[in-house]
């Protein structure tokens, strides 16, 4: 089983920044991708950025230029770095791993999700 566990949500106004963290525990053979999702209320959830294996990245329209994915593998920890927030970007935030791991003997790709945290942006 692989776990991962959110932090660095909270209350800022807008302009302000904010880092999210996600560490990940266990055991894997291989992270194939990395992502952060959020939700507003009464909204569907959407994806925010993603970061590949090799190290590619891409952003949603919304957060380009001022959002940054970026992992740390000797920490198992992705971030998400959010500058010039606004209040729009309040939601709950969601990290998600895609995993490749062996179970029930055999290797397969799961997808793992954080806890969610909340990121409220307001004056």
């Known amino acids: 089983q692989v776990q991962l566990v959110e932090s660095g949500g909270g209350l800022v106004q807008p302009g302000g920044s904010l880092r999210l963290s996600c560490t990940a525990s266990?055991?894997?053979?291989?992270?194939?991708?990395m992502d952060w999702y959020r939700q507003a209320p009464e909204k569907q959830r959407e994806l925010v950025a993603t970061r590949t294996s090799p190290g590619t990245t891409n952003y949603a329209d919304s957060v380009k230029g001022r959002f940054t994915i970026s992992r740390n593998s000797v920490k198992n920890t992705m971030y998400l770095q959010m500058n010039s927030l606004k209040p729009e970007a309040t939601a709950i935030y969601y990290c998600n791993m895609n995993i490749r791991r062996i179970a029930k003997g055999r290797v397969g790709d799961y997808d793992c999700w954080g806890q969610g945290t909340q990121v409220t942006v307001s004056s």
């Open positions: 266990g055991s894997w053979l291989n992270i194939n991708t």
